[in-house]
Antibody
Framework: QVQLQQSGPGLVKPSQTLSLTCAIS??????????WNWIRQSPSRGLEWLGR?????????VYALSVTSRITINPDTSKNQFSLQLNSVTPEDTAVYYC??????????????WGQGILVTVSS | EIVLTQFPDFQSVTPKEKVTITCRAG??????LHWYQQKPDQSPKLLIK???QSISGVPSRFSGSGSGTDFTLTINSLEAEDAATYYC?????????FGPGTKVDIK
């Protein structure tokens, strides 16, 4: 049974960096059939996919264009987890942030396991 | 980016009634369409994958259909525990996108 446990601060000041971690149990961040994703949810933007990392003989990292200049996603094989960093945050980045595993078949993926979500508020 | 629209936005339904939610994609996505249920203060939960494939542990009253641009989630004989917001999601191309959601309320 796959479980994703998120951790990180719930309050970040404007212009600073949002950092979250997602610890994986029951699967491996190096899995050849899964991808590891960050998704956020806010009333104004709904559910928004931010990016993913996955391993297929080498590591791949893909970001959404809307955040590509500010985002970093990193896998950590030693701790079996992956992380999200979002730089230069503004109040518009206030949202519930989820990590999620996607199972992929033939290039098409669905999110079958989600973390518990962390509400991150950007405020001074 | 593939835009997904859902309708209705909101539906108030009596228990045992049938619920139909529609998701429309801005371009053809084959069957790369998945449905999720989200209850208040919970993470989304996968209900249907690839438009019509069932998920282990999900009650059989939930079913999906469609391909191309038009998709439907059906809840047969609604139960009180089905009060939630339902989202569609496309994985045909990046960026993955979600519909705006349909909130189902129990009368």
């Amino acid at each position: 049974q796959v479980q994703l446990q998120q951790s990180g601060p719930g309050l970040v000041k404007p212009s600073q960096t949002l950092s979250l971690t997602c610890a994986i149990s029951g699967d491996s961040v190096s899995s050849s059939s899964a991808t590891w994703n960050w998704i956020r949810q806010s009333p104004s933007r709904g559910l928004e996919w931010l990016g993913r990392t996955y391993y297929r003989s080498k590591w791949y990292i893909v970001y959404a264009l809307s955040v590509t200049s500010r985002i970093t996603i990193n896998p950590d094989t030693s701790k079996n987890q992956f992380s999200l960093q979002l730089n230069s945050v503004t109040p518009e980045d206030t949202a519930v942030y989820y990590c999620a595993r996607a199972y992929c078949s033939g290039g098409s993926c669905y999110f079958d396991n989600w973390g518990q979500g962390i509400l991150v508020t950007v405020s001074s | 980016e593939i835009v997904l629209t859902q309708f209705p936005d909101f539906q108030s339904v009596t228990p045992k009634e049938k619920v139909t939610i529609t998701c429309r994609a801005g371009q053809s996505i084959g069957t790369s369409l998945h449905w999720y249920q989200q209850k208040p203060d919970q993470s989304p939960k996968l209900l249907i994958k690839y438009a019509s494939q069932s998920i282990s542990g999900v009650p059989s009253r939930f079913s999906g259909s469609g391909s191309g641009t038009d998709f439907t989630l059906t809840i047969n004989s609604l139960e009180a525990e089905d009060a939630a917001t339902y989202y569609c999601h496309q994985s045909r191309s990046l960026p993955f996108t979600f519909g705006p959601g349909t909130k189902v309320d129990i009368k």
